[in-house]
């Protein structure tokens, strides 16, 4: 692909997260951000992050926490949606350092909430 052709792609994917800013909650921002980064490939994933950060985080702003508290609500939340898909928030550099989340017991109780929800058929039990 040319690099005309990747410029216009990145302008397109900026369009749609423009237009999902106006009428999206947060949340669903976040999870369309992920599904961008892992689906679309962007050139320049940092830049989507920087310019669309505040619209991705607004739904967890609060007078008590810091801007780096709410930063990193907001990457769990993305990190959690890549993860889902396969992949590791790390690979799309959105930040200068890695991001890590001390989340080991959190990422416990979600393997095993999962497997509790799986519902076994009545045959399969005795």
């Known amino acids: ?9 990145d302008s397109f994917l900026e369009d749609c997260l423009h237009e999902a800013s106006l009428y999206q909650a ?8 992920a599904t961008i980064l892992v689906y ?7 830049d989507l992050w920087e310019r669309y950060e505040e619209e991705m985080s607004a739904d967890l702003n609060s007078e008590e926490d ?3 508290i709410v930063r990193n609500k907001v ?5 959690s949606t890549i993860e889902s898909m396969g992949k590791d928030i790390n690979s799309y ?4 350092e890695d991001i890590s989340f ?15 929800g799986v519902e076994i ?6």
């Open 66 to 68: 810091s801007l780096s």
């Open 40 to 46: 679309c490939n962007p050139t320049n994933p940092r």
């Open 1 to 9: 692909m040319t690099m005309i052709g990747l410029l216009q792609r």
């Open 121 to 126: 058929p009545e045959e399969d039990i005795t």
């Open 75 to 79: 990457l769990k939340s993305i990190s």
């Open 26 to 33: 947060p949340s669903s921002l976040r999870r369309l951000f």
């Open 93 to 96: 550099q959105l930040l200068d």
């Open 102 to 116: 001390d989340d080991a017991e959190e990422f416990q109780s979600r393997e095993i909430n999962n497997e509790l």
